[in-house]
């Protein structure tokens, strides 16, 4: 870590400010470590367990799911040992997606690498069923963070649509918005069976009090029919594709695949003047998404990105150099930072700010127990959701940075 001491109240208080107002195009992309931040409990369990499992989790029960299926036990044994000796390392389920269909449009009715197009059609149809099971959850009653967005939105007309762009496949935000009343558009006009429509993706004239919500890898409730066209349902009648993960594609496929429509949003709302995403519970581990918004960011320098980190900096190397070479993208980890391109650790003396900011966004302890007085360590939790939506959640009330304890309301 780096030396350069920085107090995070500051960069806090400007984020603070940039999602306080009502003028600014506000846009939040919440990763897979955002369900993370929802406990559970299973009937008889005697520990909560996070409502969907990270990306490691889930990679392991599609595993155990396919060992017990026996005839597809053996094809993905063979793909696992294809990534293994092509790249090294172990493969997440994407990674085993990605393979399959890239061997798949190679094989055409033929055989690739030891496997038959049958074995790899129904293998890819196998995991995104088991995924499709593990990740359709029910947000819990109550006060949930998903919840808290919603509402968020929903509390203020601002100039501009807000926009939430998820790779996640599930369905948490959209149950957060219907329960909480709010319109959303998320690119399939109809009501039966809406089908996708990348014009109005880019339409702006909806009004702006409907939020717009991005799935950048798809989503469990949509599916691709025989004719190739791509759309949003509640079942699926059997003979429909799931639309997961946007692996590899053909040329034909991929111009009628939401997937680049959506990356193509993403990248035109950073290049709005003025405009601010809040990146939490995102690893940076996807190189398309992290291409994209580096195109973004590079296009104007007014907008602006806060990437929130789970845990450390330095668990985060992708992030961090994707920070350094962009200086509107601000890190905001655990233990430190990136502001401006240059690494910092979150550090302050006792004279330094005296503001409190709500959500408890931020900590404090001495470096040195013995001399209260001297510098003190500090701890940024925006990075965990359930930190980041109770921060939120503080700007619904008009709740604005204390000093000396006393609350200053908007």
């Known amino acids: 870590m780096t030396t350069n001491p920085e ?8 984020l603070h400010q940039c999602l306080a107002g009502d003028k600014k195009p506000i846009g939040f992309l919440l990763g897979a470590g955002c369900p993370m931040a929802i406990r559970t409990r299973a009937p008889g369990g005697d520990s909560d367990e996070p409502l969907i499992p990270d990306v490691a989790t889930l990679t392991e029960r599609v595993r155990e799911c396919i060992g017990g299926s026996g005839e597809l036990g053996a094809p993905l044994t063979c793909v696992e040992e294809h990534l293994r000796s092509d790249r090294g390392g172990s493969a997440t389920v994407e990674d085993v997606l990605t393979h399959i269909r890239s061997l798949a449009a190679v094989a055409g009715q033929g055989e690739v690498r030891g496997l038959t197009a049958q074995q790899l059609s129904s293998l890819d149809k196998y995991i995104c069923d088991v995924i499709h099971d593990l990740v359709d959850k029910e947000l819990p009653e109550g006060d949930t963070p998903y919840h808290v967005v919603a509402r968020w939105v929903n509390s203020v007309r601002r100039e501009f649509p807000v926009e939430i762009f998820t790779p996640n496949y599930d369905l948490l935000i959209e149950q957060a918005m219907e329960a909480t009343r709010t319109p959303y558009f998320d690119g399939f006009p109809g009501v039966q069976s809406p089908l996708f429509d990348p014009a109005s993706v880019e339409d702006s004239r909806l009004p702006p009090h409907w939020a717009r919500v991005w799935k950048l ?6 599916y691709q029919n025989s004719v190739g066209d791509v759309f949003r349902s509640t079942t699926s009648e059997g003979r429909d594709r799931r639309v997961i993960h946007p692996s590899h594609l053909k040329h034909e496929e991929s111009r009628r695949m939401p997937y680049l429509a959506m990356l193509d949003r993403l990248r035109n709302f950073l290049r709005e003047p003025t405009a601010v995403l809040v990146l939490c519970g995102y690893s940076f581990r996807d190189g398309h998404i992290n291409d994209t918004i580096a195109q973004g960011l590079q296009y104007t320098r007014t907008s602006i990105a806060y ?38 650790e979150w550090c302050r003396t006792v004279t330094g700010s005296a503001l409190e900011l709500p959500g408890g966004a931020i900590s404090w302890c001495a ?33 604005q940075p204390t000093e000396h304890g006393v609350s200053r309301g908007s």
Do not use: Y
């Open 367 to 399: 470096i040195d127990e013995k001399d209260e007085a001297a510098l003190q360590r500090g701890q940024c939790r925006l990075g965990d959701f359930a930190v980041f939506t109770a921060f939120l959640s503080s700007l619904s009330r008009g709740t």
């Open 307 to 344: 990437g929130l980190l789970f845990g450390n900096l330095e668990n985060c190397p992708r992030a961090i150099e994707l920070a350094k070479d962009h200086p509107n993208l601000n890190l905001l980890a655990l233990d430190g930072g990136i502001i401006g391109s240059r690494e910092v």
């Open 7 to 14: 107090d995070p109240t500051g960069q806090v208080e400007l």
């Open 217 to 222: 890898h798809g989503s469990i409730n949509w």
